[in-house]
């Protein structure tokens, strides 16, 4: 299957910090980026949908300058965590899809964020 | 609106045993649907999907489902789980007529193959 490869896999940083994850699609060309937020023993909830070049859209109570997504290429976006807080302290997943509907999201490996 | 359930929190099996995770969905159209295997601290693997065509998929690592149209279920099964089985899955959906590529995540069933 596709890779997509995300980046890093763990960071810990300061409170009132910013803090940025990229997400990668290593062998196709990504039209679609999700980035997910995982809390624990808990589902994905999805934050942000984002299509190469144009802005990203967010899920309702996301707050889009708290979570910037940029997505500059067909391979790379990227989500920056500004200001962070320990209450944003979660593990972010990303995904990336191509082609059309039937086919499936590659996901990265997460990022496990801790604001002390 | 689609929605996925996966009504247990956690299915325990012994090792050798078949075992069986719950799906059931709702959307206002035909669905596509796939399940995805969470390891600790990890991202989601692609295990299998439903598009069309024959109900009973064959995925990964000896895992397949069964699409139900009027139990409007999607179960995942295995006919011998193994120890290295011990995950997180997760159901989704998606909606192809919804003119959107999200996934709708059930809340995940976390299996646990004693052995």
């Known amino acids: 299957g596709a890779v997509v490869s995300q980046h890093p896999s763990r960071v810990i940083c300061k409170s009132g910090t910013s803090v940025k994850i990229e997400c990668r699609s290593l062998?196709?060309?990504?039209?679609?980026m999700f980035w997910y937020r995982q809390f624990p023993k808990q589902s994905l909830m999805l934050m942000a949908t984002s299509n190469e070049g144009s802005k990203a859209t967010y899920e309702q109570g996301v707050e889009k300058d708290k979570f910037l997504i940029n997505h500059a290429s067909l391979t790379l976006s990227t989500l920056t965590v500004t200001s962070a807080h320990p209450e944003d302290s979660s593990f972010y997943i990303c995904?990336?899809?191509?082609?059309?509907?039937?086919?499936?999201?590659?996901f990265g490996q997460g990022t496990r964020l801790t604001v002390v | 609106a689609q929605s996925v359930a996966q009504p247990e929190d956690q299915v325990n099996v012994a090792e050798g045993n078949p075992l069986t995770v719950k799906c059931t969905y709702s959307v206002s159209g035909n669905p596509y649907l796939f399940w995805y295997v969470q390891y600790p601290n990890r991202g989601l693997q692609f295990l299998l999907k439903?598009?069309?065509?024959?109900?009973l998929v064959k995925g990964s690592y000896g895992f397949e489902a069964e699409f139900n149209k009027s139990q409007t279920s999607f179960h995942l099964k295995k006919p011998s789980a193994l120890v290295s089985d011990s995950a997180l899955y997760f159901c989704a959906v998606r909606d192809p007529g919804a003119g959107s590529y999200q996934l709708t995540f059930g809340k995940g069933t976390k299996l646990s193959v004693i052995p």
């Open positions: 995904s990336a899809r191509f082609g059309g509907a039937g086919t499936e999201a590659f």
């Open positions: 439903y598009i069309t065509g024959d109900n």
């Open positions: 062998d196709f060309q990504a039209t679609t």
